[in-house]
């Protein structure tokens, strides 16, 4: 079996990671970067790799990369990347903030491969994660498994894999080759006949869900393609310059300080921003296309709001949905062949960092300012959570906007905790 020992072991190579990468690389050394590893499931690094299509762009500016906000001089910018590649020019000409996807993608892949000391080992599924006891009762290291049978023990454990897909409990009976979450989009939609002539239901109200709508829209061009919302209509996202403050770096400490009402409010607020709205141009095209539709009288865009998802069936080879009228409350049963789930994802922490609490008999996962997992006292091994924190640091936890500088605060907190720690013994006993 293939057993390692670092000091740093980080699960998941995604914006997260590779900013703590950079992050370990740029303000620790290269004696504790060499003791840094990366584990990534894929054999590559592609961001938001289920909705990686041509023609998406990010929502967020090129200036909140992996690094500039922490240091605008590091040679990890985007810009640099655009510089080292010949593409600056034709960037700057664009005239825009936001990159393509593609972009930003190839973007992370140069970053991990600049690394000088910081490993990434690619094909490393993460399996299961135990905490290590030692002969004086204290916990100073982690036991990782991979799926390939191997073993990581660290001392500083970081995940960040991001949420599990969330997968509606009314899809529950339907055969999984029915459905594909948006995670999955970009990898599975290839499977379906580029001719054929298939119904096709996309199931949410947000970017994801539109993106497919339109994506299935031009990959198939003899499909009809039916969008379901619970809301009343698509709506851009929520964009004032004065509630995009509140994804500033800075405005972390003014969350994580607020009382519990005030959180409250603030998510809930905040929500049209990131989760419950369309890119301006997004929303204008699909508006167009069906538009012109109408006017030609041949249609294959089709739009159902205000109507919930109440159950769905196989009935032979069509899937069944039933949809109730939020108006009404009449239901309804509508026919396809495939659905398209533009569910968002499972707000309840990871299964992997669920079971990381249970092995270490805390009641829940809950981290400090620093995101430092809140452990027993007897724990010396530190965990680090990323990405799942909004709602003690704030709906910009799981964007690109607070990364480089929480890769900052997690170092300089990693290294105020190193302390010599006892040499794990060979034959490891797990809790």
């Not at 825009?96 to 140069?110: A, C, D, K």
């Not at 869900?209 to 994506?215: I, K, N, P, S, V």
């Not at 409010?265 to 204008?284: C, I």
């Amino acid at each position: 079996m293939d057993r390692q020992e670092v000091e740093i072991l980080a699960i998941g190579a995604g914006p997260a990671n590779l900013a703590l990468a950079v992050a370990v690389e740029e303000l620790a050394g290269p004696e504790l970067a060499a003791q840094t590893l990366i584990i990534e499931q894929h054999d590559d690094i592609l961001w938001q790799r289920g909705m990686l299509l041509p023609w998406t762009q990010s929502q967020v500016s090129f200036l909140k990369d992996l690094v500039t906000l922490r240091n605008p001089r590091s040679e990890f910018s985007f810009l640099n990347y655009l510089h080292s590649i010949g593409r600056l020019d034709e960037f700057i000409n664009l005239g825009s903030f936001t990159p393509y996807r593609l972009e930003i993608s190839g973007y992370l892949q140069w970053v991990a491969e600049s690394l000088r000391d910081v490993r990434i080992e690619y094909g490393k599924r993460c399996v299961s994660v135990d905490p290590v006891v030692s002969d004086d009762g204290g916990v100073h290291h982690w036991s990782v498994r991979t799926a390939d049978g191997g073993q990581i023990i660290c001392r500083t454990l970081v995940i960040g894999t991001g949420r599990d897909p969330h997968i509606p409990t009314e899809f529950g009976a339907l055969p999984r080759n029915r459905i594909i979450h948006s995670t999955e989009y970009a990898s599975r939609a290839t499977a379906l006949d580029p001719d054929g002539a298939h119904r096709i239901l996309v199931v949410g109200g947000a970017q994801s869900a539109a993106e497919m709508f339109w994506a299935a829209y031009q990959g198939f061009p003899n499909a009809q393609v039916t969008m379901v919302m619970r809301s009343i209509g698509l709506n851009t996202y929520e964009s004032s310059k004065f509630t995009n403050e509140l994804f500033y770096p800075s405005f972390v400490d003014e969350f994580h300080a607020a009382l519990p009402e005030a959180k409250e409010q603030l998510l809930r607020e905040m929500h049209r921003t990131n989760y419950a709205g369309l890119a301006p141009g997004m929303l204008e095209t699909l508006y167009r296309e069906m538009y012109q539709q109408r006017l030609l009288g041949v249609e294959r865009l089709h739009m159902i709001t205000m109507t919930e998802v109440t159950g769905a069936r196989l009935d032979g080879d069509e899937v069944v949905v039933s949809l109730t009228d939020r108006k009404t409350r009449r239901t309804r049963e509508l026919r396809c062949d495939v659905v398209l789930l533009g569910t968002g994802f499972v707000r309840d922490m990871p299964k992997l960092i669920r079971e990381l609490a249970a092995a270490a008999g805390v009641s829940g996962a809950t981290v400090d300012r620093n995101y430092r997992m809140n452990l027993p006292p007897s724990y010396t091994a530190g965990c680090y959570l990323q990405g799942v924190n909004e709602a003690t640091h704030g709906i910009a936890d799981s964007l690109l906007s607070v990364l480089a500088i929480r890769a900052q605060e997690i170092v300089y907190d990693l290294l105020a905790h190193r302390k010599p720690a006892p040499a794990p013994a060979l034959a490891l006993r797990t809790s």
